[in-house]
Nanobody, 121 residues
Framework: QVQLVESGGGLVQAGGSLRLSCAASGSIGSINAMGWYRQAPGKQRELVAV???????NYADSVKGRFTISRDNDKNTVYLQTNSLKPEDTAVYYCNADITRASRSYALNYWGKGTLVTVSS
């Protein structure tokens, strides 16, 4: 089985920073794209940032210049450095990844359970 486990959420004042981490574990063959999504109360889940196996990245317009996504392929871990946080960044942040399990030839999409980020004004 494959699991994604997020960490690093918490309560921070506006203007502050948090570093989110997501580690993939289990019978992993390879990991393609890894990304972060968020869902605020009463809103739909939205893409925050994605990083592909080659290192290319995409960001939501609302976080460009403030958030940075990175990954450590040796650790099967993706990070999201969040700076200059705003109250509107308050949400549950979910990790997402396309993972090919060992001894498999196709990738499946996996989700973590989420980590809460609360930004106070």
């Amino acid at each position: 089985q494959v699991q994604l486990v997020e960490s690093g959420g918490g309560l921070v004042q506006a203007g502050g920073s948090l570093r989110l981490s997501c580690a993939a574990s289990g019978s992993i063959g390879s990991i393609n794209a890894m990304g972060w999504y968020r869902q605020a109360p009463g809103k739909q889940r939205e893409l925050v940032a994605v990083i592909r196996s080659g290192g290319s990245t995409n960001y939501a317009d609302s976080v460009k210049g403030r958030f940075t996504i990175s990954r450590d392929n040796d650790k099967n871990t993706v990070y999201l450095q969040t700076n200059s946080l705003k109250p509107e960044d308050t949400a549950v942040y979910y990790c997402n990844a396309d993972i090919t399990r060992a001894s498999r030839s196709y990738a499946l999409n996996y989700w973590g359970k989420g980590t809460l980020v609360t930004v106070s004004s």
